[in-house]
């Protein structure tokens, strides 16, 4: 930090000496061109030579210094000095002054000695500014000749001795003094012209008697002085002086001896050299400084606003018909369905009437004939009965046979004959008739249109529905081969979780204590319990979501000491609270779940019968596209909301299905309803513990409910008869069950004493799952344990093959869409703010010529961040307790986030163009739209990428306020000199304004040349930076979405 002055004065003198060394340059090219001229008086050949000579010398020093020290603000050396020292257009101003100073223009030209004096001492060893030159060999408080007074000139001595007026000292200039001439400047101090830029106006002054000023300038004449007013006096930032530029919007200056009205139309800045025309013409008044173009930013965003509506019109029209083509597909299949259900029971009603009759007809016969006869009757009917085929039916106890010809004459055949052309009648194996629509051979491989895989899962559902009314009626040993049918139809693996001495620690304190037994398949099993007994808790140990507890005991899956999260593919979780995403409807979160979830070899029209199944097994086809609603905007009932939830997991065709208080807040229609297709799930009863209570001599009063009666005595609120306390139910339980009595329940043990009952042990129990002593183990084995079980990835068991990430992306990536599309008006509003945003900051910090605009960019990067990085909140916040439940089904996380991201950069990409349709139109900038673009873009997609991080990171509470504190507290260090360079490198609002500023400085060329030199030094930007800026602010969006995805993985739910 002490070399930091010392390189800033360097640098300092750098600037100043870049604008004047080369209008020295392009000054002795326009005299060489000039020389030639018939109007020069004639010279000898020997002094256009010399002539020649020395400009040739100065080309080589100012060219060596611009490529040495002055890069930083310089983008392409030959266009800005082309722009700012190029006269070869018009050379009158250097015609004018050969003939003024006759032929001794070369002798008056300031040398690079002079240049660098004067241009260091406008800037003092802080870096300051200053007006003011240093005393040198002609000017001082000894010697003060004519040439020393602002706005003069004079000579270098004739009879100076060649190494006295070597370049790298400041001669002697004393004779031929004159007044500095039009197009040129005398510095006050300094006895040698300079050439102003482009862009600039430089007439000779005249004495104004009222102020005593010469005017244009501010300079006055120098007293007891015989000179008057003489030319310009001084070329500097604008900040300084604004005396030789052109000025602004009356005149626009071609040369620097010239300037010219603005004509109506067009538009004059300060410091041009050509009038712009504008675009609207009649908005532009004649002697207009700038172009008022707010009437085009509103034509971009009213053009803006109709491609948005347009698109988001045609979206929803577009998902409105393909939901009713979906919907018209579902209804014709379904009426399909049961037009063959009633063909079926047609079919079945004619077969039973024509049995009837057959038996009528036959008991007559053998009545009638004799014995043999009949008995030939018989044989012939046995002969003409093989042409159809029948199966003896549930429940009659004998078969009988039936012809074609019976079935079709019977005279209730008439109510079917509209559907027999197109029933097949299958008979199977096993005696049943199924009525099916006749299907077309397909030729070739073609797709399913939706009406035939609606009319596929229908069909099925319709069958299911009729086995399920037939099954009501069936004897033991039809319920016994229902079950071995529906075994071998099973194709789920099955999955047995056992638990064993399971322990659950919070510290010291103990949340389940020695818990043992099972989980089997086919079975419901219900885990009741009081509020606060750790039924949520139990649940969580048992399907290995717990963290940072400590447990203990063992839990198998199919007998194998296992992770049970190598089977997350097949196992369901129905968590307590209704995690569903609200502006989805019923069926699109069913259909997510089960594309994501489902086997990617299971084809589409499966996929559609188990969604289907269990949308009319939970009763939702009435609300199946209706929003399911969240906090702010209504959507379906609690009680199908919950249902719901359920669905979500009963979709992926689980093994294992654990539910958390699914019945909670439900009616008990609702309550009948669920447990009716959790029944149907698992083709069995729930099991019963009545008889263990009974052992324990409690029994249950008539016409009360068993489960609530139980409970009641487990929070102590009905006493048993047989005065057991309720405290020692559960060492009852060990006890009853052979389980080993922990040592801090010792004392009930010994309070119980001879007074329990005699119990039984479970010998079979206590066998099959034996107690495993805990024992003593080493505390760094407990760690290295932990961190494996919450970090590691167990190994996928489940042997489903699940939908890859790029599938997954494929599911979530329409789902976010559906989502934002839902969204439209809170994308608005976010528009709309930020609109506003533009507007008043384009109207309050208007540009300014001085500072390139830099305030208002400031103001920019702040409001910009803010709102962008809020609205990146709702993108991760919102949904957190909906991803914490697909990730731990196995869903991917960076197919999540990489969709949610995906459809965020439509953001991205729009709301640049809002924001700059108008600040840009209210402020007027000098840089183009499409570089403020890319700038902005580049900015928004940075701090998105922070916003990610804040939400997955933080609370929405401290979210917001980081979002809202962090551009600020950026901003304000990086306007600040004070701060570090390297902190200031590490703020991505620095390169965002340094970008702002580099497209600006760049349409500031001739006049302005010094003033971009020194913005560009006082800020320590550099004008090539303009692609690092973008492509570093590029880079801090990455990294941070990176981060962002980082904290998906690694932090756990909260």
Not at 29 to 40: E, I, K, M, N, W
């Amino acid at each position: 930090m002490r070399d930091g002055k010392p390189l800033q004065r360097r640098r300092c003198q750098c600037v100043v000496h870049l604008a004047l060394l080369l209008p020295l340059l392009f000054a002795g090219v326009a005299y060489g061109q000039q020389s030639q001229l018939p109007r020069l008086p004639p010279a000898p050949p020997a002094e256009l030579r010399e002539v020649e000579a020395r400009l040739t010398n100065l080309t080589k020093d100012v060219a060596s210094t611009i490529s040495d020290r002055f890069s930083f603000c310089v983008a392409d050396p030959v266009a800005d000095w082309n722009e700012a020292f190029n006269y070869t257009s018009n050379l009158e101003f250097v015609d004018q002054c050969l003939v003024e100073t006759r032929g001794d223009l070369p002798e008056r030209l300031c040398t690079p000695e002079e240049v660098k004096f004067y241009f260091s001492s406008l800037y003092d060893k802080d870096g300051e500014k200053n007006l003011f030159l240093k005393t040198n060999i002609n000017c001082n408080r000894s010697s003060w000749v004519q040439g020393c007074d602002p706005g003069w000139a004079c000579a270098i001595d004739p009879g100076l001795a060649p190494s006295k007026s070597d370049d790298n000292t400041i001669p002697l200039r004393s004779s031929n003094c004159h007044a500095c001439c039009e197009g040129f400047f005398c510095p006050r101090g300094l006895t040698c012209m300079l050439p102003c830029p482009l862009g600039s106006y430089c007439p000779r002054a005249t004495a104004n008697t009222t102020t005593g000023l010469c005017d244009p300038y501010k300079y006055q004449i120098t007293p007891n002085s015989k000179n008057g007013c003489g030319g310009a006096d001084m070329w500097a930032d604008i900040g300084s002086t604004e005396d030789v530029f052109c000025p602004a919007g009356y005149y626009y200056c071609p040369t620097t001896t010239k300037k010219v009205s603005c004509s109506s139309g067009h538009y004059c800045r300060l410091g041009s050299i050509a009038e712009k025309k504008c675009i609207i013409k009649g908005s532009c008044d004649a002697n207009e400084q700038s172009e008022s173009i707010v009437i085009l930013g509103a034509c971009l965003v009213a053009a803006l606003c109709v491609l948005l509506i347009i698109i988001y019109n045609f979206s929803g029209q577009f998902l409105t018909i393909r939901e009713r083509r979906k919907a018209r597909s579902r209804e014709n299949a379904i009426q399909e369905a049961r037009q063959q259900l009633k063909a079926h029971e047609g079919w079945r009603a004619a077969k039973q009437l024509a049995r009837k009759h057959m038996q009528g007809m036959h008991g007559h016969l053998s009545r009638t004939f004799s014995r043999r006869r009949s008995f030939r009757q018989q044989a012939d009917t046995d002969n003409s009965s093989h042409r159809v085929q029948e199966a003896p039916l549930i429940g009659h106890a004998k078969a009988q046979e039936l012809s074609d010809s019976a079935v079709f004459t019977a005279p209730s055949t008439n109510e079917i004959t509209e559907e027999m052309p197109s029933v097949i009648v299958d008979v199977s194996d096993d005696g049943e008739v199924v009525a099916t629509k006749e299907k077309t051979v397909p030729k070739g491989k073609h797709r399913s249109t939706h009406t035939q895989v609606f009319k596929y899962a229908y069909g099925e559902i319709e069958k299911e529905k009729f086995r399920q009314q037939d099954n009501k009626n069936l004897t033991f040993s039809g319920v016994i081969a229902m079950v071995k049918d529906q075994q071998k139809e099973i194709t789920r693996p099955l999955l047995k979780v056992e638990f064993r001495d399971l322990t659950l620690m919070l510290g010291k304190k103990k949340l389940l204590r020695s818990i043992t037994g099972d989980l089997c398949p086919g079975r419901v099993t219900a885990v009741m319990g009081p509020s606060g007994a750790g039924k949520t808790t139990f649940l969580n140990a048992v399907t290995g979501k717990v963290n940072g507890y400590k447990m203990n005991g063992s839990v198998l899956v199919n007998g194998k000491n296992v992770n049970i999260r190598s089977y997350k593919k097949i196992i369901g979780f129905v968590p307590q609270d209704d995690i569903v995403h609200g502006n989805l409807t019923v069926e699109e979160n069913l259909w997510f779940s089960a594309k994501c979830r489902l086997s990617a070899r299971m084809n589409h029209r499966d996929k559609v019968l188990i969604v289907e199944r269990v949308i009319d097994s939970l009763d939702l086809q009435g609300i199946r596209s209706s929003l399911v609603g969240t906090v702010e905007k209504r959507g379906i009932s609690g009680g199908q909301r919950k249902r719901v939830n359920v669905g979500i997991e009963m979709v992926m065709e689980p093994s294992l299905l654990i539910l958390d208080e699914p019945t909670s807040g439900l009616d008990s229609s609702s309550s009948q309803l669920l447990l009716r297709a959790l029944r149907h799930e698992a083709l069995e009863g729930v099991n019963t513990v009545e008889e263990y209570f009974t052992t324990l001599g409690i029994h249950v009063p008539d016409r009360v409910n068993p489960p609530d009666h139980y409970i009641d005595i487990l929070e102590g609120i009905v006493k048993p008869e047989s005065g057991i306390i309720a405290k020692h139910l559960p060492v009852h339980w060990m006890l009853y069950n052979g389980y080993e009595v922990p040592g801090d329940m010792q004392d009930d043990l010994k309070a119980i004493g001879d007074q329990s009952p005699q119990i039984r042990s479970s010998t079979s129990m206590s066998n099959s799952m034996p107690h495993c002593l805990p024992g003593v183990r080493n505390a760094f084995v407990e760690e290295r344990d932990r961190l494996e079980h919450h970090l590691s990835k167990p190994k996928d068991l489940s042997s489903r093959k699940t939908p890859g990430i790029i599938r997954q992306y494929k599911y979530y990536l329409g789902r976010v869409t559906k989502q934002r599309l839902r969204e439209a008006r809170l994308l608005a509003v976010d528009f709309l703010i930020l609109g506003l945003a533009g507007i008043c900051l384009g109207t309050i910090a208007k540009l300014s010529d001085k500072t390139f605009g830099m305030p208002g960019y400031i103001y920019t990067i702040i409001a910009v961040s803010l709102l962008c990085k809020i609205a990146a909140l709702r993108s991760f916040s919102l949904e957190r307790l909906q991803y914490f439940r697909e990730r731990e089904s196995g869903m991917s996380t960076l197919a999540y986030f990489l969709a949610r991201d995906t459809v965020d950069h439509f953001n991205t990409v729009v709301k640049p163009i809002i924001y700059l349709s108008m600040f840009y139109y209210f402020n007027n900038p000098r840089s183009s739209i499409q570089d403020n673009y890319i700038v902005l873009l580049a900015l928004v997609y940075c701090v998105t990428g922070i916003g990610y991080t804040f939400a997955i990171c933080f609370s929405p509470g401290s979210a917001q306020l980081c979002s809202a504190l962090v551009p600020v507290v950026l901003t304000l260090l990086t306007t600040q000199k004070s701060t570090p360079t390297f902190l200031k490198r590490l703020c991505y609002s620095k390169w965002a304004l340094e970008g702002f500023i580099i497209v600006n400085a760049k349409k500031y060329p001739g006049v302005w040349l010094i003033t971009r030199c020194g913005l560009l030094f006082g800020s320590g930007f550099d004008i090539h930076n303009y692609k690092l800026c973008i492509l570093i602010l590029f880079m801090y969006g990455l990294f941070f979405r990176m981060l962002a995805f980082a904290a998906m993985v690694l932090l756990k739910k909260r």
